[in-house]
T-cell receptor
Framework: LAKTTQPISMDSYEGQEVNITCSHNNIATNDYITWYQQFPSQGPRFIIQGYKTKVTNEVASLFIPADRKSSTLSLPRVSLSDTAVYYCLTMNRDDKIIFGKGTRLHILP | DGGITQSPKYLFRKEGQNVTLSCEQNLNHDAMYWYRQDPGQGLRLIYYSQIVNDFQKGDIAEGYSVSREKKESFPLTVTSAQKNPTAFYLC????????????FGNGTRLTVT
């Protein structure tokens, strides 16, 4: 069973900031939080990973509260090409890596 | 360039035949994974291997078999015992026992009629 819960789908408009929240109530102390993006008929692609507080890279930010029971992926100023499925995972060094159903993000013009 | 190669991209088979999907990586990664994806669904773990000559069942291993004789190769055989084999199959790798993210291949779409 997936260890995370995400909204099934979201719509937004070009140029907006999009926030996708993931719930992981049973996250373990040694788990990291990782987000992937998947386009149709392609393998998922790594976006960002973090353990606590805030992580930012060139494509996204990841916000993790102190209790680590949830996380929020933030995509600034989305474009049509950001339409994809976004997966949130918790992972550690020893466990198998399990994906949930993901969030289907649809960006409208 | 380093990466993961899955071949072929499309595969067609008759019901009752075994079929083997290829996955090769030149990233020098220790761990490799096989996932299955059905239309509109997430990825489900079939098998994974964290080191050569060792592999573990995932959540949906029934009807599938794997081998890991070489570090760079992790072929998946879909046997005739798999009741619904038509799906998109994804192979991935990661360096191993650390927090490095998965690198995925571009998948093989298997159709069994």
């Amino acid at each position: 069973l997936a260890k995370t819960t995400q909204p099934i789908s979201m719509d937004s408009y070009e140029g907006q900031e999009v926030n996708i929240t993931c719930s992981h109530n049973n996250i373990a102390t040694n788990d990291y939080i990782t987000w992937y993006q998947q386009f149709p008929s392609q393998g998922p692609r790594f976006i960002i990973q973090g353990y606590k507080t805030k992580v930012t890279n060139e494509v996204a930010s990841l916000f993790i509260p102190a209790d680590r029971k949830s996380s929020t992926l933030s995509l600034p100023r989305v474009s049509l090409s950001d339409t994809a499925v976004y997966y949130c995972l918790t992972m550690n060094r020893d466990d198998k890596i399990i994906f949930g159903k993901g969030t289907r993000l649809h960006i409208l013009p | 360039d380093g990466g993961i190669t899955q071949s072929p991209k499309y595969l067609f088979r008759k019901e009752g035949q075994n079929v083997t999907l290829s996955c090769e990586q030149n990233l020098n990664h220790d761990a490799m994974y096989w996932y299955r994806q059905d239309p509109g669904q997430g990825l489900r773990l079939i098998y994974y291997s964290q080191i050569v000559n060792d592999f573990q069942k995932g959540d949906i291993a029934e009807g599938y078999s794997v081998s890991r004789e070489k570090k760079e190769s992790f072929p998946l055989t879909v046997t005739s015992a798999q009741k619904n084999p038509t799906a998109f199959y994804l192979c991935a790798s990661t360096p191993g026992r650390d927090y490095s993210p998965l690198h995925f291949g571009n998948g093989t779409r298997l159709t069994v009629t």
